[in-house]
């Protein structure tokens, strides 16, 4: 059994489309935060740090044996104290080496180097821990030989400072964004407050009820779906009815020949002499037939129906093949009237091919060859004609009384009989139903020479040359 699939929710939709990209500014606006709270950081810091080793070179002094600073042990303990960072400090000279401070030599460059106001600043390590070193070089000309000052002090100020920075500046946004969710969450419940209203006229509706649904007070947005909504209703409410329409013509049409075959079933049962049951029992045999036959051209209009068809995929079939065997089944009860049965086709030995349902155009044409045939007095001709331009379409001639031009149209209604024969009135208009599923149409047209009728069944287009090959 496979999982149902997980179903969206609008209003997360809706939320997430709004919240996220704001989301996404937050981020990069917290990527350029951090730079920026970096960038201004390392600004002040390394202001106070080329503070530091200018105030250093300040005290070297030139002596006789080179240079020189004076820096008690107080004062130098007060040049490296900080609550936070750790300071280290180193002044020496090219030839006569440390001077004062660290022992051991300033570390590496790690990174670039900055020229900050004639200074050199650059990032190092010294026991592991990230430090930035400012790094002044003293002229020989002054000093006897070149001096370098050095001061280097840890990151952490720097680190909490842009952290600082950086807090200040998210929290504010984090906050905006909480609220914004919460608006936005809110309006969106208010804006769909109007479908769930429209769900809940539609759930305490009857499935009897088809009427339209009102659209007073409906958002513009929703109009789409009301109007949508009221489409598939009334065509609901069309199918319904021609359902309902339909069931009872055949209930009506069937009562007539169920009830005639009830009564010679009991005229049967009651008779005792042998000469008079043969009779009954003929009667009822027509009876039965003619009950069967209305019952298959009930099933043959049901399936005719636009959505009964609508699903059932056309296939490509040769339209005079089908005429052909459909014809030959019909000519010996057209013979047996004493029609001459005739079939005329241009190039009749060449293939018709159509996209269609063969069944239903073999039951349309079944059906007018049978008015044809019961509606003709005999004798006389019944022709089978097939055109292939300008589209397909099928001819059925006769030269009996035919129907006057003024009824036609009527005769094309569903259970409407003409005066002669017996048949259940549904042949023409299982024919165009049959014809309008097809893309075509049924016409009633005067006979040939003007006598009798010719019904001309119009079909799709012919198939092109490339799709015939396939």
């Known amino acids: 059994m496979s999982r149902p ?38 600004s002040v810091y390394d202001g106070w740090l080329f503070d530091s080793a200018s105030a250093l070179a300040l005290e070297v002094e030139r002596t006789d044996d080179g240079p020189f600073v004076d820096l008690p042990a107080p004062t130098q303990r007060l040049f490296e104290w ?25 570390p590496d460059v790690i990174g670039d180097v900055d020229d900050y106001h004639g200074a050199l600043l650059y990032d190092g390590e010294i026991d592991d821990e990230p430090v930035r070193i400012a790094r002044i070089e003293l002229p020989a000309s002054r000093y ?32 905006l964004i909480g609220v914004t969710a919460a608006v936005v969450r809110r309006a969106i419940r208010r804006g769909l407050r109007p479908l769930h209203s429209l769900a809940q006229r539609l759930e305490a509706r009857s499935h009897r009820e088809l009427s339209p649904i009102a659209d007073e007070g409906v958002p513009e947005e929703v109009l789409p779906l009301t109007r949508s909504l009221n489409d598939l209703l009334a065509r609901l409410q069309s199918a319904v009815t021609a359902q309902q329409r339909f069931i009872a013509h055949a209930a009506h049409q069937l009562r007539t020949p169920l009830t005639a075959i009830k ?30 036959r209305l019952t298959n051209q009930l099933l043959s209009l ?20 089908l005429v052909q065997e459909t014809g030959a089944d019909w000519a010996p009860r057209a013979f047996a009237r004493g029609l ?50 300008p589209q397909p379409e099928i001819l059925v001639e006769d030269d009996g009384p035919g129907i006057e031009a003024d009824q036609r149209d009527t005769m094309l209604r569903r259970f409407v009989r003409g005066t002669r024969g017996e048949g259940s009135g549904l042949g023409l208009a299982i024919a165009q139903e049959i014809a309008h599923a097809h893309g075509g149409e049924l016409l009633l047209e005067d006979g040939p020479r003007g006598k009798g009728l010719t019904v001309r069944l119009l079909l799709g287009r012919e198939l092109g040359n490339r799709r015939r090959e396939t």
């Open 302 to 321: 049901a399936r005719a129906e636009p959505d009964s068809s609508g699903d059932r995929p056309f296939r490509r079939i040769d339209l005079v093949a």
């Open 340 to 389: 001459d049965m005739q079939f005329a086709c241009e190039d009749e030995h060449r293939p018709l091919w159509i996209d269609g349902d063969a069944d239903l155009i073999r039951d349309a044409l079944n059906n007018l060859i049978d008015n044809a045939i019961n509606y003709h007095p005999g004798p006389g001709t019944l022709r089978l004609v097939l055109r292939r331009r």
């Open 5 to 42: 699939e997980p179903r969206h929710s609008l209003r997360s939709g809706l939320l997430f489309a709004l919240v996220g990209p704001l989301s996404a500014v937050l981020v990069l606006g917290g990527a350029v935060s951090y730079g920026l709270a970096n960038y201004f950081a390392d």
């Open 144 to 175: 006897g030989e070149i001096v370098h000052v050095e001061v280097a002090e840890t990151m952490r100020k720097r680190s909490g400072l842009a952290s600082a920075i950086l807090a200040s500046t998210l929290l504010p946004q984090l906050l």
């Open 82 to 106: 900080d609550e936070t960072d750790t300071t280290y400090f180193r002044i020496s000279g090219e030839r006569k080496g440390l001077i004062a401070g660290r022992t051991q030599p300033m």
């Open 263 to 292: 009564l010679q079933a009991e005229a049967v049962i009651r008779e005792s002499r042998q000469d008079e049951i043969a009779p009954l029992l003929g009667a009822l045999r027509a009876s039965i037939e003619r009950a069967a």
